[in-house]
């Protein structure tokens, strides 16, 4: 028997890290799962709670990462 999907709920929220540079916050419920960060016109930074940096093409690509590092280490 397979299990059921379950829908969860991602939460983005708009912020400014230590250099002033606006980020993206990742967060599944209460608990933060990453950060995204526009380097260049496209070009994004996604980086999980190990800090662990991975360089993707697109906002959505980064969130889909994350989501997967999430729920692989979870």
Known sequence: MSKANKSINVEIKD???????AISE????????????????????ATNTHQEEFHVKTFDEGVT?????????H
């Open 26 to 45: 990742l967060f599944i419920g209460k608990k933060l799962i990453g950060t995204i960060k526009q380097v260049e016109t496209n070009k994004f930074q």
């Open 15 to 21: 912020n400014t890290d230590a250099n002033g540079e």
């Open 65 to 73: 990462l994350l989501i997967k590092d999430f729920h692989l280490h």
